[in-house]
């Protein structure tokens, strides 16, 4: 039997997308160049210092350039109109220049100086220095990992654990300001996992080959609706130097579990032709610990629960992973205003889990007892590939550049799961139990999407692009108890879904007025198949809808030291396949995992008022009302047994205040401190629980960047998070503080650097699941407390690209939100 689901609003969104007609045709057009230097309070030149065009009217990015060893830059053809041009350096405050006009004739701006005592100069021309750690802008925070002590030889889950407003809970699920549903994008491509896929997946990149990772609270309509909680956007580094070149690293950690990884990076650039790969291993033991107590009521007279039965648990999990990461890539200037490029990058994982776990039983009502003693081996295979190719031109006449690019994706991930369950009861041998699992699956990802940018007047601003996207999941799960085909339990599932999409932008600037307004439309066609039957799942499902995601923004300057902006967007969180394959887990006796075919999406508003001061501190308010919240549930489904699902909930209040502030207390010494305040409230009913119920929490974050000179600096990282109420979990508060020293050695081509992770072991989890009928308690631990060892290399020539680098005015927030969904 079929369930269809329809909420067709409006014809397909096509009709908008090919209803839009806008002339990409050569203009008349009036051109110049402009021409600058960029120097030290000293008068030395500053050699590769980022130099950024930006409209006079409301300071958006045009283009980027770098300045070469003379600390000269250019930037050709720009056209007629007002401008502004600023300059900054790793370990220098940003400078800007005055306004200026642009004519028929090309312009030499005043030497931009750049001011900083934290920076060294060597052989008294190149100055380097530090990039901040943490970098606020108005609608994401940009956390720097590149060259971070605290980065070195960490995962880059490791260091999304210690960005400011980010936490992960105890089934890995990632929250931006406590609010989960996050689109989590690398290298502008979404990944299709969530929970413990995405976090081992993370687990697996290392740290060092990152350049930074940007939280984005309220994205416009050119990114994808998904993601109600925001966006976090992983890039990873890319070399722009001339000739041949490259980067050696290695670390080993202890916790006291060893952790080794080890990677090489090249890059090889020339006039026109940037070519580039990278191979990284890790080999990293971890160990898991968790104790569970449960207890099991019966209704009785009164206001008063009976209680029926309790379980305690110890588990114990050490376990492995082994990962293989490599990337190959190429970037081709065709022309002076076009590029073509591609990457292909693939993953290899391989875990290993070998639990024990001890149970006891107890049977309140008939006072008796039961003892449960298992051994739990899992090895888990996870091979993946992607290839992408992209497109950019570029377009110049007399109201600014126009864009037209194009992104073709492909992403294939295999699985391989195998288990082996040995449950002995009361020590008798003879009442053991065994069971095993085979799972296999594969999950394809095709995309391809369309972006274009056309200034309408000085002041007006469209993008429209379309996306279409197509997923298909294939998998089979059999097992078998005591060597015997386990139909109960055997399931085969396929999914696919397919996405059509598409969306235009407004932005309308003036010198102290910005306002952006965007439609995006999509279309989702999902279905899953199972062929064999589980008793009370319904076996296949077909669903098909159409929803509008409006977006707007408004930002107002009233003078150099204030400024507020207002957003207000929609937005969606669809069900992962993995949430929707109705696949059981076996995890132990009285404990199964499973996933939910009747999910339906949620969809949110957000509301959020910004104010600046001063350009570095800022104070907002945010809303946001989330229907049909997705979240992890652990419920009864016997009166000893337990399932550990997703499902959804009726409605999701959520207040946040976030406060930043960026402190300098001395010329060697600055602090980023982020403070979120904000109270979370569920409403709805699982298993014969009525929940209404909400809390207030506060995350606190705060980074020190010390810099010593003589290449030495240092890192002091902690984070905090209060007491937090999520559905049904209420979170024991939590938090840890980390360190970091490094030394930079042989003319800064060669780093070592010492940190260490939760220095006083302050991350493991309370938590408490509470409902009518059942109460469950567990501490989860995990081997947190990491000292690492990390040393790197530069080799090869360290003479940065004078020549342009291709990129459009708003790379950054145009950072393609491909993949599949």
């Known amino acids: 039997m079929k369930t269809r689901f329809y909420s067709i609003v409006l014809r397909p969104f096509g009709l908008l997308v090919t209803g839009l007609s806008i002339s990409i045709g050569a203009q008349a057009q009036t051109a110049a160049a402009i021409n600058g230097a960029v120097h030290t309070a000293a008068g030395a030149p500053v050699?590769?210092?980022?130099?950024?065009?930006?409209?006079?009217?409301?300071?958006?990015?045009?283009?980027?350039?770098?300045?070469?060893?003379?600390?000269?830059?250019?930037?050709?053809?720009?056209?007629?109109?007002?401008?502004?041009?600023?300059a900054s350096q790793v370990g220098f405050g940003r400078q800007w220049s005055k306004p200026f006009a642009m004519t028929s004739a090309s312009i030499t701006l005043p030497t931009l100086t750049l001011t900083s005592s934290a920076a060294t100069q060597l052989k008294g021309v190149t100055v380097v220095g530090q990039k901040p750690l943490y970098e606020r802008e108005a609608d994401r925070t940009i956390v720097n990992v590149e060259g971070s002590a605290l980065a070195a030889g960490n995962t880059s889950l490791d260091v999304l654990r210690r960005a400011p407003g980010v936490t992960i809970d105890n089934n890995d699920n990632l929250a931006l300001r406590g609010k989960q549903g996050l689109l989590v994008l690398i290298d502008g491509k979404r990944q299709p996992m969530t929970g413990t896929e995405l976090a081992d997946y993370l687990r697996a990149l290392p740290a060092d080959q990152l350049k930074n990772i940007e939280l984005i609270t309220n994205p416009p309509a050119k990114y994808d609706a998904q993601g109600g909680a925001g966006i976090i956007a992983i890039n990873t580094r890319k070399d722009q130097k001339l000739g041949t070149n490259g980067t050696a690293n290695l670390s080993y950690g202890h916790s006291p579990y060893s952790k080794y990884t080890g990677g090489l990076s090249l890059n090889h650039r020339r006039k026109g032709v940037n070519l580039f790969g990278s191979y990284n291993y890790a080999d990293r033991v971890f160990l898991n610990q968790l104790t569970i107590n449960r207890e099991f009521y019966v209704p009785a007279q009164g206001t008063e629960r009976e209680i029926s039965g309790t379980t305690s648990q110890e588990n114990r999990i050490p376990g492995s992973l082994r990962s293989h990461n490599w990337k190959v890539g190429a970037d081709v200037n065709v022309g002076k205003q076009t590029?073509?490029?591609?990457?292909?990058?693939?993953?290899?994982?391989?875990?290993?889990?070998?639990?024990?776990?001890?149970?006891?039983?107890?049977?309140?009502?008939?006072?008796?007892?039961?003892?449960?003693?298992?051994?739990?081996?899992?090895?888990?295979?996870?091979?993946?590939?992607?290839?992408?190719?992209?497109?950019?031109?570029?377009?110049?006449?007399s109201l600014g550049l126009r864009e037209l690019s194009a992104d073709a994706d492909y992403a294939h991930f295999s699985t391989d799961r195998k288990q082996q369950l040995a449950t002995i009861v009361d020590g008798e041998p003879i009442l053991s139990q065994q069971v095993t699992s085979n799972q296999t699956g594969t999950l394809n990802i095709q995309s391809a999407k369309v972006d274009y940018t056309q200034p309408l007047t000085k002041q007006l601003r469209l993008e429209a692009g379309a996306k279409t996207s197509s997923v298909t999941a294939d998998n089979d799960v059999q097992f078998f108890t005591d060597g015997q085909f386990d139909l109960g339990r055997s399931n085969h599932f396929k999914y696919e879904e397919n996405i059509n999409a598409g969306y235009f932008n407004l932005r309308y600037s003036q010198p102290k007025l910005t306002l952006q307004a965007g439609l995006r439309g999509e279309q989702t066609n999902a279905v899953g198949?199972?062929?064999?039957?589980?008793?009370?799942?319904?076996?296949?499902?077909?669903?098909?809808?159409?929803?509008?995601?409006?977006?707007?923004?408004?930002?107002?300057?009233?003078?150099?030291?204030?400024?507020?902006?207002?957003?207000?967007?929609?937005?969606?969180?669809?069900?992962?396949?993995?949430?929707?394959?109705?696949?059981?887990?076996?995890?132990?006796?009285?404990?199964?995992?499973?996933?939910?075919?009747?999910?339906?999406?949620?969809?949110?508003?957000?509301?959020?008022?910004?104010?600046?001061?001063?350009?570095?501190?800022?104070?907002?308010?945010?809303?946001?009302?989330?229907?049909?919240?997705?979240?992890?549930?652990?419920?009864?489904?016997?009166?000893?047994?337990?399932?550990?699902?997703?499902?959804?909930?009726?409605?999701?209040?959520?207040?946040?205040?976030?406060?930043?502030?960026?402190?300098?207390v001395a010329k060697w010494w600055t602090i980023y401190n982020n403070v979120v305040l904000y109270y979370n409230r569920f409403q709805g009913n699982l298993a014969g629980t009525n929940l209404n119920r909400g809390g207030v929490s506060l995350d606190l974050t705060s980074s020190h960047t010390f810099t010593f000179g003589k290449g030495w600096s240092?890192?002091?990282?902690?984070?905090?998070?209060?007491?937090?109420?999520?559905?049904?979990?209420?979170?024991?508060?939590?938090?840890?503080?980390?360190?970091?020293?490094?030394?930079?050695?042989?003319?800064?081509?060669?780093?070592?650097?010492?940190?260490?992770?939760?220095?006083?072991?302050?991350?493991?989890?309370?938590?408490?699941?509470?409902?009518?009928?059942?109460?469950?308690?567990?501490?989860?631990?995990?081997?947190?407390?990491?000292?690492?060892?990390?040393?790197?290399?530069?080799?090869?020539?360290?003479?940065?690209?004078?020549?342009?680098?291709?990129?459009?005015?708003?790379?950054?927030?145009?950072?393609?939100?491909?993949?599949?969904?």
């Open 47 to 86: 050699d590769y210092a980022t130099i950024t065009l930006h409209h006079a009217t409301d300071s958006s990015v045009i283009k980027t350039e770098f300045s070469n060893e003379k600390g000269l830059f250019h930037f050709e053809q720009a056209a007629t109109g007002q401008y502004l041009v600023s």
């Open 339 to 397: 590029v073509l490029g591609g990457v292909f990058s693939g993953l290899d994982n391989l875990s290993r889990q070998d639990g024990t776990n001890h149970s006891v039983l107890t049977d309140v009502l008939n006072n008796r007892s039961q003892r449960y003693n298992s051994t739990n081996y899992r090895t888990s295979h996870n091979p993946n590939l992607a290839g992408s190719l992209n497109f950019r031109h570029t377009f110049k006449d």
């Open 529 to 664: 198949r199972q062929t064999v039957v589980q008793p009370g799942v319904e076996p296949n499902f077909d669903r098909h809808y159409f929803q509008l995601f409006p977006s707007a923004a408004v930002k107002r300057t009233f003078s150099e030291q204030h400024e507020t902006s207002l957003s207000l967007s929609r937005r969606i969180d669809r069900p992962s396949y993995r949430q929707l394959n109705p696949f059981r887990v076996i995890i132990d006796k009285t404990t199964s995992g499973g996933g939910n075919p009747y999910l339906r999406p949620q969809t949110s508003y957000n509301l959020e008022l910004t104010h600046t001061f001063k350009q570095k501190y800022s104070l907002g308010l945010s809303y946001s009302l989330t229907s049909q919240p997705l979240i992890d549930v652990v419920q009864p489904e016997t009166d000893s047994t337990v399932i550990s699902t997703t499902r959804n909930l009726h409605q999701q209040h959520y207040y946040g205040l976030t406060f930043t502030a960026p402190v300098e």
């Open 714 to 821: 240092a890192e002091l990282s902690g984070n905090y998070q209060s007491r937090q109420v999520y559905g049904f979990f209420v979170q024991r508060p939590l938090g840890q503080l980390s360190a970091g020293v490094q030394k930079s050695l042989w003319n800064r081509k060669g780093n070592v650097k010492l940190s260490v992770a939760d220095i006083f072991y302050t991350l493991p989890a309370h938590v408490v699941s509470t409902y009518d009928n059942y109460v469950e308690r567990f501490y989860q631990r995990q081997d947190s407390r990491v000292a690492t060892l990390a040393f790197s290399y530069r080799f090869g020539n360290d003479k940065v690209a004078p020549t342009k680098r291709r990129q459009s005015g708003a790379e950054d927030e145009k950072r393609r939100a491909g993949g599949g969904q």
